[in-house]
Structures are given as C-alpha cells and as structure tokens.
C-alpha cells in the first residue's frame, strides 16, 4: 500500500503561481510513478503530468504545458507540481496518484493509489 498526502492548494488570482506537493509513505519512492491529475466541478478527472521513477522523464497535458512543471525529490519522498501563469480554468480539485508498474498512462484506471485531493481556485 502507498499513502499519499497533497497539500499546497489554495485561492490565487489569475496569473498568480501556485505549488503542490505530495508526500508518499508505505513503498520504496524511487520505485513507483508519480502522476497529477485533476477533476473540476461536473467532468471527469483528467491527467495534467507524470514523472518516471527516476524523474527523467515527463509528460504533460497540452492544456498546461509550458505553465506546470512536475518534479520529486527520491530522498524526501515527494512530488510537486509547481503552477505559474494560472488560469480561472485551472480551477479544480487536483490529486496526486502513484503506480507500481512500468509505464505513465494518462487515464485514471492505471493508477494504483490516490490522494485525497487538494483544492485550486483561481479567481479572475
């Protein structure tokens, strides 16, 4: 079992930054996936970033590419996801997922463990 823990969300002004972060417990870091997804009032959730294992690779959504940029640190047992440029349209509640196997899919089914979800508001 892995735990997960987001914190960092908040209410911030368009155009204003934000930073998430996600501490996981209950496995070797280093050996699951790292992923942010999240889900506005109404629709389903949608991937936003992934991060490999070793974090040398990631991937983002065409929707926040070049504004988030997702990292982790192995030695302290977390990933963030940092936030600049925000929109009223990031508006969401965002959660942070681990998977044991191999792979960053951007469906929600792969993934093995959940958060609880940290709320983002941006206001215009």
């Known amino acids: 079992q892995v735990q997960l823990v987001e914190s960092g969300g908040g209410l911030v002004q368009a155009g204003g930054s934000l930073k998430l972060s996600c501490v996981a417990s209950?496995?070797?870091?280093?050996?699951?996936?790292m992923a942010w997804f999240r889900q506005a009032p109404g629709k389903e959730r949608e991937f936003e970033a992934t991060i490999s294992r070793s974090g040398t690779t990631t991937n983002y959504a065409d929707s926040v590419k070049g504004r988030f940029t997702i990292s982790r640190d192995n030695a302290k047992n977390t990933v963030d996801l940092q936030m600049n440029s925000l929109k009223p349209e990031d508006t969401a509640v965002y959660y942070c997922?681990?998977?044991?196997?191999?792979?960053?899919?951007?469906?929600?089914?792969?993934?093995?463990?959940w958060g609880q979800g940290t709320q983002v508001t941006v206001s215009s």
């Open positions: 209950g496995r070797t870091f280093s050996s699951i996936a």
């Open positions: 997922a681990a998977r044991e196997n191999f792979g960053l899919p951007t469906s929600t089914s792969p993934w093995d463990y």
